[in-house]
């Protein structure tokens, strides 16, 4: 199974700034299979970023992913209020499909 | 558009079958090459994937529950459900389903899963 890694645990910003997260593999993620997920309390997770680099329908286009292989990244370009959330990466290459543990973004 | 909705118990014994239905409205679940999946959260924030069906019946499930799991779908109705056998504590969680085109793009709301006595 593929475990993946996502750094920092929190990340502590202010509106306006770039947040950069990252997710690292224990084994290569075949095709880029590499999805972001942002959750807020109370909600279920919410599809950002699939294929590695590719967003989802109606996700703003501050939201970007990159990487291939084992590292991966999400960047978010100037902060609003609301992308304050926990972010999961996931990769659905190989089975079992897994998730990170989650990078909680708060507001410094 | 599509939507996703969880029922069932909010509460199971140790050692019975925790038992969950996922409605689909706004689409047809036999519509399309989606995947229907189930995934739980734990209370400490930790996402695990169960399985998934597809319309026809096939499943695939994670190798560390499969000897529990079962993931019917019902085309009729526009459900899918989810039998998970002998819980323990250890499966108290927020059970999620979520419709799957590689990554889960869609997710219902989510139901809390107690198991407890």
């Known amino acids: 199974e593929i475990v993946l890694t996502q750094s920092p645990g929190t990340l502590s910003l202010s509106p306006g700034e770039r947040a950069t997260l990252s997710c690292r593999a224990s084994?290569?993620?075949?095709?880029?299979?590499l999805a972001w997920y942002q959750q807020k309390p109370g909600q279920a997770p919410r599809l950002l970023i699939y294929g590695a680099s590719s967003r989802a329908t109606g996700i703003p286009d501050r939201f970007s992913g990159s990487g291939s292989g084992t590292d991966f990244t999400l960047t978010i370009n100037r902060l609003e209020p609301e992308d304050f959330a926990v972010y999961y990466c996931?990769?659905?290459?190989?089975?079992?499909?897994?998730f990170g543990q989650g990078t909680k973004l708060e507001i410094k | 558009q599509v939507q996703l909705q969880e029922s069932g118990p909010g509460l199971v014994k140790p050692s019975q079958t925790l038992s969950l239905t996922c409605t689909v409205s706004g689409g047809s679940i036999s519509g399309g090459s989606y995947y229907w999946s189930w995934i739980r959260q734990y209370p400490g924030k930790g996402l695990e994937w169960i399985g998934y069906?597809?319309?026809?019946?096939?499943?695939y499930y994670n190798p560390s529950l499969k000897s529990r799991v079962t993931i019917s779908v019902d085309t009729s109705k526009n459900q899918f459900s989810l039998k998970l056998n002998s819980v323990t504590a250890a499966d108290t969680a927020v059970y999620y389903c979520?419709?799957?085109?590689?990554?889960?793009?869609?997710w219902g709301q989510g139901t809390m899963v107690t198991v407890s006595s």
């Open positions: 084994q290569s993620v075949s095709s880029s299979y």
């Open positions: 996931q990769q659905y290459g190989s089975s079992p499909r897994t």
């Open positions: 069906v597809s319309y026809s019946g096939s499943t």
């Open positions: 979520a419709r799957t085109v590689f990554a889960f793009d869609i």
